[in-house]
DNA sequence: CTGCCTGCAAATAGTTTGCAAGTTA
DNA sequence: TAACTTGCAAACTATTTGCAGGCAG
């Protein structure tokens, strides 16, 4: 908790009640939420709060690195975000119940590859890898 | 043409004028185009052409696997289409100019070891790099 | 007190859908 | 002719924005 209020004092964000208790969402779960789904489960707490108020946090903390915003959707076509963690990682997802696992990342020397070979300056990667975990096949 | 023609065909889908000219259309860029970007270029040649007509097609297209609709949007948020190459390849996108380059996959001998430590069944996977192209740095 | 946050309502924009007329096989 | 396609208009839905009151610093 006290955390999460540094977090926030470090970017120049007020420590205000909603910012909380998203980033406390985040943090909990093991698995990159949607802004509605967030809304949902923080709702009970907070009936008067609004999705855009979800939605202007995930993009005020994305902005400033402290949540990523992952190019992954559920099923709804919601995109997913999850807290920025230290470690690089990637998602392995099962297609059938939606479980979401972390990967460590297989792509340094080929991402040294891929800037010399094409002159390019690398900025960034995404890489998700789709299946059926073993509960559902 | 010819070779349009009986795509369609081996795949139930009636040879209409709209149909070849999308498929055309993707066949001759060398990048991927987004439901209004294709549809502005047939529009200038047929000017009833109603952007529901495009969706439904590139919706119809990749159901039968003739299209690939990319997990890439271009920086109006427009998902983007690419005709399906027998080559399975990834993409190198500059983020500033937007051009994309096709990457072959690295990932064989990758996928083979998450599904083995994961205990999943792989079906799909994507890769994205972004970066500054040679141009633009 | 002063600027940032939030509730609220409405707009924006990508994509989908129902229906009737037109086209393909 | 029967089934599929398309034009057209309207709906749907994720996300954003303007404004006014509220709260953190």
């Known amino acids: 908790m006290a955390e999460i209020k540094s977090l926030l004092q470090a970017n120049n ?9 998203i980033l406390k969402t985040l943090y909990n779960e093991d698995k990159p939420l949607s802004a509605k789904e967030l809304f949902f489960k923080l709702k ?11 939605y202007r ?13 992952l190019n992954i959707k559920n099923e709804k ?5 999850e807290v920025k963690t230290d470690r690089h990682h990637h998602h392995l997802i099962c297609v059938e119940c939606g479980d979401i696992k972390e990967l460590g990342c297989p792509l340094d020397d080929y991402l040294k590859k891929v800037a010399k070979e094409n002159n390019y300056k690398i900025k960034d990667h995404r ?11």
Do not use: A, M, W
């Open 57 to 69: 946090n995930l993009n005020k903390f994305t902005e400033k690195d402290i949540v990523k915003k």
């Open 44 to 54: 009970k707490d907070n009936p008067k709060l609004k999705l855009s108020t979800i």
């Open 77 to 81: 076509h919601e995109n997913l975000f």
């Open 127 to 137: 890489l998700t890898i789709y299946g059926i975990c073993n509960k559902c096949k």
């Open 13 to 21: 964000l007020k420590n205000t009640g909603q910012r909380r208790k």
